[in-house]
């Protein structure tokens, strides 16, 4: 099973939206394997986009994400980074396609609602950042088998 971290950004808390995101990946199949409320600290969010220091939209987005409570969450489920990325949709929500979180809930480049981690590596930093060991909870969800076959190729 692979974990990805995703955050429910302040405009998802803002506009109500949490129960209805975390509806779609639940429903796709994905197990909540951690979850929290929190308000990020700046330096946090510093480290958690070190990889876009220096682009031009760097400032702003350390500003949004540390404008408001989010919510942190832990998915797991077999190929869960790409299939949150794909549920997520693209980058700006103007392109984002119909049907996905950005594309259904989402109109600038930068309030875009929800972040994702984009590879196994990112997903390891990203959750280690968030998260301590023993706030990872072990379970398997009853059913997991009839979304993940074990024959799966
Ligand atoms: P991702 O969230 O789809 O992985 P990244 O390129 O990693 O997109 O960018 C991180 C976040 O920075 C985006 O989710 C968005 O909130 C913000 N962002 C990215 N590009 C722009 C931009 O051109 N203008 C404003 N904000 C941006
Ligand atoms: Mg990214």
Request: hydrophobic share 35%; with cysteine; aromatic share 10%.
């Amino acid at each position: 099973m692979q974990r990805t971290l995703i955050i429910l950004k302040p405009d998802c808390i803002q506009r109500h939206l949490v129960g209805r995101v975390i509806q779609r990946f639940e429903e796709k199949g994905l197990s909540i394997a951690a979850m929290k409320l929190m308000h990020i600290p700046r330096g946090l969010a510093e480290e958690h986009y070190a990889p876009h220091k220096g682009k031009p939209f760097y400032p702003g987005l350390i500003d949004y994400v540390t404008s408001g409570p989010v919510v942190v969450i832990v998915l797991q489920g077999n190929r869960s980074i790409e299939i949150a990325r794909t549920l997520m949709g693209k980058t700006f929500g103007y392109e984002a396609a119909p049907g996905t979180i950005r594309g259904d809930f989402g109109a600038s480049r930068s309030y875009n609602l929800v972040h994702g981690s984009d590879s196994p590596e990112s997903a390891e930093t990203e959750i280690a950042l968030y998260f301590s060991g023993d706030e990872l909870v072990d379970y398997s969800p009853a059913g997991a088998e009839w979304v993940f076959p074990k024959n799966d190729d």
